[in-house]
């Protein structure tokens, strides 16, 4: 069974752009989480989507948003970057209970 | 209360060593605890897991041990190898059904041949 995928691996921004990112879930999987990874601040959660809708945020400011399409695929878009935004941003997929998988991730830059 | 304490910071262990790293929690919501290993440029892998009703889980050289009444959970890799080294994380996760992780700060292992 093929891991999660994520797309593009990575992605050079200027402030104040906007981008987005996505991710593919392992197959049969509903549940989709994301998270930035910064060596400051570690692994922090974004948010996550189940069927379509956002079940939970993270304490990230309103430029950070997402979605979920019906084949359980899943973008985030993150408007008017900052230099701060500059990050490994992550997904995860579970199907039953809580064991997630985690992609490889997408290394976004921010000049 | 939704923080997950996790130390030390890093740990340089010798081959065929013990490797230890600990993690404590306050949020007694806390139902699941999973540790995951990332390499450079890799997403973090799920090593183990373990639910608050046992108090030891082992697979192969990895060992969860968890202590509910001290709210604190640790990793055992037991003859450690060069191959180990990466950087660990362990989590926790609320009930509720939702699947937010919380982590901690990471391990950084170094395994020395």
């Given at each position: ?101 985690f ?9 | ?35 995951y290993?990332q390499?450079?440029?890799?997403g973090p892998a ?68």
């Amino acid at each position: 069974k093929a891991g999660v995928t994520q797309t593009p691996r990575y992605l050079i921004k200027t402030r104040g752009q906007q981008v987005t990112l996505s991710c593919s879930p392992i197959s049969g999987h509903r549940s989709v989480s994301w998270y930035q990874q910064t060596p400051g601040q570690g692994l922090q959660f974004l948010f996550e989507y189940f069927s379509e809708t956002q079940r939970n945020k993270g304490n990230f400011p309103g430029r950070f948003s997402g979605r979920q399409f019906s084949n359980s695929r899943s973008e985030m878009n993150v408007s008017t970057l900052e230099l701060g935004d500059s990050a490994l941003y992550l997904c995860a997929s579970s199907f039953i209970g809580r064991e997630q998988y985690f992609g490889p991730g997408t290394r976004l830059t921010v000049t | 209360q939704q923080q997950v304490k996790q130390s030390p910071q890093s740990l340089i262990v010798q081959k065929g060593g013990i490797s230890i790293i600990n993690c404590a929690y306050e949020n007694t919501a806390f139902d699941y605890f999973p540790w995951y290993q990332q390499f450079p440029g890799k997403g973090p892998a799920l090593l183990i897991a373990i639910r608050p009703d046992v108090s030891e889980k082992k697979e192969g050289r990895f060992t969860i041990s968890f202590n509910k009444s001290a709210k604190q959970f640790s990793l055992h890799i037991m003859d450690s190898q060069p191959g180990d080294s990466a950087t660990y994380f362990c989590a926790a996760n609320f009930q509720g059904g939702s699947e937010k992780l919380v982590f901690g700060k990471g391990t950084k292992l170094t395994v020395n041949p």
